[in-house]
């Protein structure tokens, strides 16, 4: 059993709902407009829509460690402006499978046989978000896993830069430190 804090939930829970909306937008699909949060057709068209999405700059910095089949992941998300973003979800995708037990921190879901979701609080602009923390514990030790972090959901802010909110993290199992 998953333990699921009601934050985490909600984050999840509205990051599939963008995602169903977006998706059934582009099939075409009946209700997609209730679904996406919108009441049909938008009178203002995709610039009228970008126009009024908030624009913040999310990046992350932290560090990861494997040592023996535990995984320690350290991050702090940051919102670079010029609005700021009342919560956003981050992603933390592995190349190994993550044990069925798991211990997560407040606001964190896990999402699948390797992947974790946190929600990361709101995010003033110029400023940081909570500091994220997590022991994660693998299915089998292995000697290298790739870390995969990237935001989740933004609640549709509009994001230019991406170069600092996606990374691919390479930790060898010596219990050193790799910085991101």
Not at 21 to 41: D, K, M, N, R, Y
Not at 70 to 99: F, H, I, K, Q, Y
Not at 136 to 149: D, Q, S
Request: glycine share 14%; charged share 20%.
């Amino acid at each position: 059993m998953v333990a699921v804090r009601r934050g985490a939930a909600r984050s999840v829970v509205m990051g599939f709902a963008g995602l169903a909306g977006a998706v059934g937008l582009l099939c075409g699909a009946p209700g997609a407009a209730a679904a996406a949060g919108t009441a049909g057709p938008d009178p203002g068209g995709p610039a009228a829509a970008a126009a009024a999405a908030p624009e913040a700059d999310v990046a992350y910095h932290g560090r990861v460690a494997l040592s023996r089949g535990e995984l320690r992941v350290w991050l702090v998300p940051w919102n670079e402006g010029p609005s700021e973003l009342p919560d956003s979800t981050v992603r933390l995708r592995l190349s190994a499978e993550l044990a069925d037990r798991q211990d997560l921190a407040a606001g964190c879901v896990r999402a699948g046989a390797r992947e974790v979701v946190c929600e990361t609080g709101p995010l003033p602009r110029h400023g940081q978000g909570r500091h994220i923390g997590l022991v994660l514990g693998l299915k089998e030790p292995v000697p290298e896993v790739v870390v995969r972090i990237d935001t989740w959901w933004d609640g549709g802010a509009a994001d230019r830069d991406l170069a600092n909110n996606q990374h691919a993290v390479l930790a060898l199992d010596t219990g050193d430190t790799y910085a991101f």
